[in-house]
């Protein structure tokens, strides 16, 4: 079993930058790729970035040269670097593990952006 541990979220003014965090702690698999998603009220939960074990990475183009993707294997961890934030950036904010089949999300933090 797999658990994904995310903090890191918060207000900030637009401009401003977050950095969250995602552990994951259980049985996992050493090839997997590791992810933030998002969801706004009304709106279908959307990709922001993600990062392959091997450190390939997928970025939205609305929040490319704005956000970075990173991860520390050894620890199982996500970081998401996010400067330059905008009031559109505001969304739910959820951690996801893929390996093979498997598919685990986080409980989600939420980062609002005011303007």
């Known amino acids: 079993q797999v658990q994904l541990v995310e903090s890191g979220g918060g207000l900030v003014q637009a401009g401003g930058s977050l950095r969250l965090s995602c552990a994951a702690s259980g049985s996992i698999r050493s090839i997997n790729t590791m992810g933030w998603y998002r969801q706004a009220p009304g709106i279908q939960r959307e990709l922001v970035a993600s990062i392959t074990s091997g450190g390939s990475t997928n970025y939205a183009d609305s929040v490319k040269g704005r956000f970075t993707i990173s991860r520390d294997n050894a620890e199982n961890t996500v970081y998401l670097q996010m400067n330059s934030l905008k009031p559109e950036d505001t969304a739910v904010y959820y951690c996801?593990?893929?390996?093979?089949?498997?598919?685990?999300w986080g409980q989600g933090t939420q980062v609002t952006v005011s303007s």
């Open positions: 996801n593990l893929v390996s093979g089949f498997y598919r685990k």
